[in-house]
């Protein structure tokens, strides 16, 4: 029988009651009882090795996990994403993102449709429009090569493209540059509009609706400055092209659909840059690039749909996720890149995990009665280990964390590498043993401090240990293994999602301020502009409207 709700079955019972007992266990006494644990909770898939040896978790509770995960249903809902089932309920939507990776014929279907033609039509059309940017058989109005992109999108529309535009900093084609912004705030605008030549420049305006307030301000913001520098209406074809699903939208805005690119409903925001959303990836690198992390994503999916339970490295992160989350009371993640280009990818997945996992009602409209996704935080190492690592170390909440590295950097600059990988390596090590206060009392004898500074200093320098971490190593930082990566948390987010009994592919939680932001906009004065006192909202919004109408009045030069 399959269960809507997770704690209804035995296994979440029983998962329970192993966890009293895991919190009286060290993790470092469970290797010393196995000398084969490292090998034995470890997994390769898609040029990933992942090692999850280093949580809190035994046979006893990855068993139950995984029987959590089969009473749930959760190889039937994965099937049933694959086969175009209007998995996102609330919005009627397929979720189809895997499709996009995909070149299996007669695979994917939407209502009847088979999908696979319109994604590689459209995957034609992004190539050839890539080939002419390159090789300067599309120029722009005064017949100058276009070597700078402006993408402007937010969200979904900006995060997968800069993170993986970023990551793939090696592959760029020299002699280009991809700008993105995002920001509703001038200033972001304003500083990218500063560094650039109109007559080389290429605006990618990337929104799945084309409705979206920032995207479209910025939007319009770029076209008065392009038609400011002298270029004329007809200039704009050669200049803006639009990344959407929203036809009729991209017309009105004035960009001829001859230079849209679309994708379809189906396709997640934050589920989109495998779509014509990775326009600036494939523009920057190359389409072959792009083609290549497209690659490594369908090796992660194959493993993902045929791999089982027990060896399936998307479901096993998710079921230790879940483990931590739900049964031992842990609700911060951190997700840790030992490599600088991955900079981003902490906030790409704050809003793959945290817009899709961030709720609070299940699939049939039910309260749910378990704690779901966890705040999702973090940095590169080595610079995080210098900021937040503190807390983890030694704070009062106990924080789950991936480190993720690539044992060959594309900068092998004398030992900087190596330096990174003995941090990648030693943090996790750290905060799984700790320091007990017998160590360090030793510690502080053997170098002579006196009975007093032992005294004073001994218990601020134990670490309690015990911290769980998993290792996502891959050779290198590559095309594929960066799509594989992607892939793995895109998986383990909808396994997390299935499990919890909630819908990971809407976002309604974003609308109620969005709506309210547009009310207060026109209580906004322009500046120098008298405004009546706002008295629609509570006194706090009222006075701050108030106040904040009272300082765009005064217009002298201020400080
Ligand atoms: O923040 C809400 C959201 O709808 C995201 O899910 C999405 O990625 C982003 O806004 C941008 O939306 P669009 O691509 O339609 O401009």
């Not at 959590?68 to 189809?96: F, H, W």
């Not at 997640?268 to 690198?285: C, E, K, N």
């Not at 290198?476 to 819908?503: D, M, R, V």
Request: charged residues 20%; negative net charge; glycine residues 8%.
């Amino acid at each position: 029988m399959i269960h809507a709700s997770p704690d209804r079955s035995p296994a979440w019972a029983a998962l329970k009651a192993l966890a009293e007992d895991a919190q009286k266990q060290r993790i470092a006494s469970l290797f010393d009882a196995d000398a084969e644990r490292a090998t034995k909770y470890a997994g390769n898939a898609a040029g990933l090795f992942v090692d999850y040896s280093k949580n809190l978790i035994t046979d006893d509770v990855l068993d139950n996990l995984i029987s959590l995960a089969r009473d749930v249903g959760l190889e039937q809902g994965r099937d049933d994403m694959v086969a175009g089932e209007k998995i996102n309920s609330t919005e009627t939507r397929a979720v189809l993102h895997v499709a996009l990776r995909d070149t299996a014929q007669g695979k994917y279907h939407v209502d009847g449709e088979d999908i696979m033609p319109l994604i590689q039509g459209e995957l034609v059309r992004m190539r050839d429009f890539c080939d002419r940017i390159h090789t300067g058989s599309f120029t722009g109005h005064t017949g100058k090569p276009l070597k700078t992109v402006v993408n402007i999108g937010i969200g979904g529309s900006d995060l997968g493209p800069v993170m993986v535009t970023e990551a793939l900093a090696p592959y760029h084609i020299e002699g280009r540059k991809t700008h993105f912004v995002s920001n509703v705030d001038g200033a972001h605008l304003a500083s990218t509009l500063a560094s650039i030549d109109p007559e080389t420049t290429l605006f990618v305006i990337a929104s799945k609706t084309f409705t979206t307030q920032e995207t479209m301000t910025n939007a319009h913001s770029a076209r008065d400055w392009f038609l400011d520098t002298g270029a004329g209406q007809a200039d704009i074809a050669k200049h803006f092209i639009a990344l959407s699903t929203n036809a009729a939208a991209v017309s009105k805005f004035g960009i001829d659909t001859a230079n849209m690119f679309r994708f379809w409903d189906w396709v997640g925001g934050r589920y989109s840059l495998w779509s014509v959303i990775g326009m600036p990836i494939a523009l920057q690198t190359g389409f072959d690039n792009f083609a290549r992390l497209l690659a490594g994503a369908a090796q992660m999916d194959r493993h993902f749909e045929i791999a089982d339970l027990r060896d399936n490295l998307p479901v096993l992160l998710a079921l230790i996720g879940i483990w931590n989350r739900n049964f031992l009371d842990i609700s911060a993640h951190a997700v840790l890149p030992y490599d600088q280009s991955l900079h981003r990818l902490p906030a790409y997945l704050q809003q793959a995990d945290m817009e899709s996992n961030g709720k609070s009602v299940m699939r049939d409209g039910m309260a749910t009665s378990h704690a779901t996704g966890p705040v999702i935080f973090g940095e590169p190492g080595t610079n995080g280990q210098h900021a937040f690592y503190q807390l983890i170390h030694q704070g009062t909440d106990i924080i789950s964390s991936d480190f993720i590295a690539p044992a060959i950097s594309h900068h092998e600059r004398g030992d900087h590498h190596r330096k990174l990988l003995a941090n990648f390596l030693a943090q996790p090590e750290a905060l799984m043993l700790g320091k007990s206060l017998e160590q360090v009392v030793a510690e502080l004898s053997a170098s002579g401090r006196s009975d007093a500074e032992i005294e004073n200093l001994a218990p601020h320098r134990k670490f309690p240990g015990n911290r769980p971490t998993t290792a996502i190593l891959m050779q290198k930082l590559t095309p594929e293994t960066l799509g594989a990566l992607i892939a793995l948390y895109e998986h383990k987010i909808f396994c997390q999602g299935h499990i919890w009994g909630i819908n990971s592919f809407d976002q309604w939680g974003v609308e109620l301020g969005k709506v309210l932001a547009g009310n207060i906009l026109t209580e906004l004065g322009d500046l120098g502009e008298t405004k009546p006192a706002c008295t629609q909202h509570d006194s706090s919004t009222n006075a701050l409207v108030d106040r904040i109408n009272q300082m765009r009045k005064d217009t002298r030069p201020q400080d």
